[in-house]
């Protein structure tokens, strides 16, 4: 077995009751403004958060991973040269308050899935993720084709984030080749 920090983990959001959900744009408005070249986007999404409060990575109904300013910060901090991020503006709205957000947009997905312990549906649709421990190595912010809510850190990262105390975070880990847990 796999040390901790030689694991990787998804970096998922917690949907808790103390945290609230995010509504956002209609998810044809979003789709749409998600395949644009990030500089063509050119304005801030705007979300609501009816029901309990924020959270550093805040359930929502968008089809990104929707981010505070400092977890934001955090993942940039932490990312490593071969990692890509693109951030798009974003803000939640409670009340008169409204704070800024990012959706995390991962564009370049490397081939990080053993093909043959990955489990496949349709073709393409990945049902179980085993990531290939050579093609992973030297990541610690990624995801993979066809998982844009699904992100996945190393386990230094995981624990860098943890020490941060960054709120609404739940991890889950992810199976490596090797390991057949």
Known sequence: MVGEKAAFFYLSERAAAEEGVAKGPQASELDRL????ISRIGEVLAFLLEDGGYADFQASDALLP????RLRRTLDRLRSPRDELEWIPASIAKGDEVRPYFLLRVPG????LDAKLTLFAGGDFVVRAVLDRTAATGRNVFSFEAATHRIIV?????????????????FEKVRLAEDRS
């Open 34 to 37: 998600l395949h644009l070249d």
């Open 66 to 69: 929707l981010m505070s300013e």
């Open 109 to 112: 997905h490397p081939e990080v």
């Open 154 to 170: 190393s386990g230094s990262v995981r624990v860098r984030l943890q020490e941060e105390a960054l709120t609404g975070l739940v």
